[in-house]
């Protein structure tokens, strides 16, 4: 298995509360993603990193920051959190060009309430 | 914009049977392609990808998927189900914008096996 290792893997959070999300590598891949996974949406990406300090937004990156202030560490932070942020949240990693296989760490399931 | 579609939500075959599940994506340039399954409760586990070459590509589990260019279409195979195939699949795509790319993934189709 790739070595990513995803933390806390389970956490129930108030409303309006901040939450930080961390994801781990140990396989010096460039790219790190995080996505959140709801039924009926299939994984949607928050933002990815494709550096150190070199991020971007995905599809559904509002209400979310990121920071990747070394290789492998990614950290996804909800500001405030919401009930509409409750989903099962996926960290991934790849490299670029031909290498752009993305490998999965085990979730994180984020409930707010 | 660019997009994967699946068009099965849920599919149902007997254990045995031969299955295929459909994938097709949107994307002007030619596309890496993957196939990812993922059991209850785990991650994402990478069956099977495309980058360039042959158009049927084979993957772990029996799996195969063949590249239709003319379809846009990169279709999941496998002659013989077992029960243990009963999984969510995910069709993804990598999308380029500039030196970056990132991972866009159809919404999954539910497998379920029956005796």
């Known amino acids: 298995d790739a070595g990513i290792t995803q933390s806390p893997r389970h956490k129930v959070t108030e409303t309006g509360t901040p939450v930080t999300l961390r994801c781990h590598q140990t396989?010096?891949?460039?790219?790190m993603y995080w996505y959140r996974q709801d039924p009926g949406h299939g994984l949607r990406l928050i933002h990815y990193?494709?550096?150190?300090?070199?991020?971007d937004k995905g599809e559904v990156s509002d209400g979310y920051s990121v920071s990747r202030s070394k290789t492998e560490d990614f950290l996804l932070t909800l500001e405030s959190a919401t009930s509409s942020q409750t989903s099962v949240y996926f960290c991934?990693?790849?490299?670029?060009?031909?290498?752009?296989?993305?490998?999965f760490g085990q979730g994180t399931r984020l409930t707010v309430v | 914009a660019q997009s994967v579609t699946q068009p099965d939500i849920h599919i149902t075959v007997s254990e045995g049977a031969s299955l295929e599940l459909r994938c097709n994506y949107s994307?002007?340039?030619?596309?890496?392609l993957f196939w990812y399954v993922q059991s209850p409760g785990q991650g994402l586990q990478l069956l099977l990808k495309y980058f360039s070459g042959d158009t049927l590509v084979q993957g772990i589990k029996g799996f195969e998927a063949e590249f239709k260019r003319s379809q846009s279409s990169f279709n999941l195979r496998k002659p013989s189900v077992h029960w243990s195939d009963a999984a969510e699949y995910f069709c993804?795509?990598?999308?380029?914008?500039?030196?970056?790319?990132?991972?866009?993934f159809g919404k999954g189709t539910k497998l379920s096996v029956k005796p």
């Open positions: 991934a990693i790849g490299g670029t060009g031909r290498n752009t296989e993305a490998f």
């Open positions: 990193s494709y550096g150190v300090k070199d991020t």
């Open positions: 994307y002007g340039a030619t596309p890496y």
């Open positions: 993804a795509v990598v999308v380029y914008g500039g030196s970056q790319g990132n991972l866009i």
């Open positions: 396989e010096n891949h460039r790219y």
